[in-house]
């Protein structure tokens, strides 16, 4: 048993804290806590608390509003006023940044918005567990089912699928698990509806249950709205092109618009959604895709957590778009890659901060890179 007072927010929402010249992360905490740690998991550089008591509370701790906070593995930062959220999520991302050498220089003349949607009620796609005709989220790193009533950062069509399984309207079968969509008024999971559509801006995007669709639909439209609407260009290329949700933009600032997607209900999809017109729509992994020799104006780049591997980092630069637009969902993978953009002879014209999922660790960034 040790008292530890919390330095910094890192990574995966723990406090970080040291004693005896040791690192000690403690979850559900604030910077300036004092804590008092009963039990922790030993690594070989730092520990994890597992039982703590707060000595010493930050005035800007707030009483949790979901029930199932510390319980669920879904949300960390419910204990914390929502303006405070964005400040230490603006500082983790710039902290990953210094940690990147060269990067805080490279941004220092650039002003890092931050845009936010409510903190509540505003997820649309989420998945949900199963067990013994319960249903629910996993626990905080455990296997265990933590059985939810109601999820206070899902919309209500989402809630309106919990409360028609609680009363046994729905028949989940054999189930594990399942996605789950609301939007206009109604829920879709892979037992009913499967096929949705969503209207963005005045376009409809359609899009299959079991492929991956942002989880915050009113902040969506606001990054389309701010950043892929602006984008012109002679030949536009999309890499990781998912459903076409912002290719059915990007096809009519152009004169031609390639996209590259791996996952053939995906490129299917995306297919429906283009339609017709100066589109073409390539099914297969990037890495296969990049050895063609087409030149582009724009391209647009939205990668899987894991960012951009080398090759395509490396064709990017070869290819030399006058602008590269890069959306990430993962801030760590992100400010490695923009690190070789950088040295490619690229400079930053913008960087914005989307806070798609508040209450959570999580964080997309959307970065517009210029040829220098």
């Not at 914390?80 to 902290?95: A, G, N, S, W």
């Not at 940044?97 to 989420?126: C, F, K, M, Q, W």
Request: include cysteine.
């Amino acid at each position: 048993m040790f008292l530890v007072e919390i330095e910094k927010i890192v990574q995966g929402g723990f406090g970080l804290g040291r004693t005896q010249g040791k690192v000690i992360f403690v979850p559900h905490t604030l910077p300036g806590e004092r804590v008092r740690v009963e039990s922790t998991k030993v690594r070989k550089d730092y520990e994890v608390a597992q039982t703590f008591q707060i000595l010493q509370p930050s005035p800007k701790r707030i009483e949790p509003l979901c029930p199932y906070f510390t319980l669920c593995g879904g949300c960390q930062f419910h204990h914390i006023e929502y303006d405070t959220e964005l400040e230490i999520k603006r500082e983790m991302f710039q902290e990953t940044l210094r940690r990147t050498s060269g990067l805080s220089s490279s941004l220092a003349d650039v002003s890092i918005e931050l845009v936010h949607s409510s903190p509540l009620a505003y997820r649309n796609r989420v998945r949900f567990h199963f067990s013994e005709g319960q249903v629910g989220f996993r626990a905080a790193k455990k296997s265990t089912l933590v059985p939810i009533v109601r999820c206070i950062v899902c919309v209500d069509e989402v809630n309106r699928f919990l409360l028609d399984v609680r009363e046994r309207r729905i028949d989940l079968g054999s189930r594990g698990e399942s996605t789950v969509f609301g939007y206009g008024g109604k829920y879709f999971w892979k037992g009913g509806m499967k096929e949705i559509t969503v209207e963005i801006l005045g376009k409809q995007v359609s899009f299959p249950i079991d492929s991956f669709f942002q989880s915050n639909v009113t902040l969506l439209d606001s990054l389309i709205r701010n950043h892929i609407l602006p984008l012109q260009g002679s030949r536009i290329l999309e890499l990781y092109g998912g459903v076409g949700t912002f290719g059915v933009f990007l096809k009519e600032n152009c004169s031609f618009y390639t996209m590259v997607e791996e996952y053939p209900r995906s490129v299917e999809y995306a297919r429906k959604n283009l339609g017709k017109g100066r589109v073409k729509v390539v099914q297969g992994r990037v890495e296969q895709w990049i050895h063609q020799e087409a030149l582009y104006d724009t391209v647009v780049i939205d990668p899987p957590r894991t960012g951009v591997s080398i090759p395509v980092r490396e064709f990017l630069t070869r290819i030399c778009p006058q602008t590269l637009l890069y959306i990430s969902c993962n801030p760590l993978t992100f400010a490695r890659d923009l690190k070789f953009f950088l040295h490619g002879g690229y400079e930053i014209r913008s960087c914005t901060l989307y806070d798609f999922y508040p209450r959570t660790t999580h964080l997309e960034v959307v970065c517009q890179l210029e040829k220098r």
